[in-house]
């Protein structure tokens, strides 16, 4: 059983609920319900989640200047409460892709030492716990296009244009 804090933050987007244990920051949810994001937490956690804002006062700060739209490095330490060693392999991967850049599944299979396993990359990023964060949403098609994105591709093109990328026809220019 872990002890597992939560906040609510109040994004230009719609609340984003952000989850950390003592020892990093361990669930993030774009979009949903309160009650939902709690129930996840307990499943993965074994405990009940605590409602602390206080806690979470420099990861606001960060989040405000990220939605402000100036460059932001989210330097939270994250404790990974699931996954398994691959997909904390891509988890950690997509940490490295800093803000304003994107990289294709292909490269993102690469790096992690999986050249040929794009799919499978693909689907360890879908199943990212800590979105926004951690950027999935920097993860495209080799061809431009945005791929898929588990708060939909409207958000993922929001959050792709705040961080200061042109697309034109559903590609990135």
């Not at 990359?121 to 964060?133: D, E, R, T």
């Not at 961080?163 to 590609?171: A, D, F, I, T, Y």
Request: aromatic share 10%; net charge neutral; with cysteine.
């Amino acid at each position: 059983m872990v002890n597992v804090r939560y906040f609510p933050y109040s994004s230009p987007l719609g609340v984003i609920y952000v989850a950390s244990t003592e020892n990093g920051l361990c669930s993030a949810a774009l979009s949903g319900m309160e009650a939902d994001f709690r129930s996840t937490l307990r499943r993965v956690s074994g405990s009940d989640a605590l409602r602390d804002d206080a806690f979470f006062l420099e990861l606001k700060a960060e989040l405000d200047a990220y939605f402000s739209g100036r460059r932001v490095d989210f330097m939270e330490p994250i404790d990974w409460l699931e996954g398994t060693v691959f997909q904390r392999s891509v988890w950690e991967a997509l940490r490295k892709i800093p803000y304003g850049e994107t990289r294709s599944y292909k490269e993102l299979a690469q790096a992690v030492g999986r050249s040929q396993g794009y799919r499978a990359v693909g689907q360890a990023v879908g199943s990212n716990p800590i979105p926004l964060i951690v950027p999935c949403h920097r993860v495209i098609n080799a061809d431009g296009s945005l791929g898929g994105f588990g708060g939909g591709l409207a958000l993922k093109r929001q959050l792709l244009e705040l961080e200061h990328h042109k697309l034109v026809s559903g590609r990135l220019v």
